[in-house]
């Protein structure tokens, strides 16, 4: 199973906005985005880094961290709500224990 968040803003507000679409709907449009869209371009040179992609729109933010990469998206994108983030080269955004989660190549 893969490891993934959507994430809603909360800048300024006591709690965050709901998601416009049902979460599985959310993760499986964002998932296409990414490897359809993203992958090809960040593979080779961020590998490790943190992706964070607005789903209605396919614009995308990569990072070291989860946290950077969704504030540089809503720096460009200060309406995102639906957010999907993902680890390149990863099948999980963490893992626990010792067992690698890297992709097969």
Known sequence: ???TETTAPTQGR???MP???P???AVR???EIYERNILPQ???DHFGEYVAIDI???DWAVADTTRIAVERLRAQRPNAVDVLCERVGYRALRSFGAGS???AR
């Open 56 to 58: 209605e729109t396919g």
């Open 42 to 44: 960040v593979e080779a």
């Open 101 to 103: 989660l890297r992709r």
């Open 14 to 16: 006591e709690t965050a």
């Open 1 to 3: 199973m893969r490891d």
């Open 23 to 25: 979460r599985e709907e």
């Open 29 to 31: 449009v964002g998932k």
């Open 19 to 21: 998601p416009r679409r």
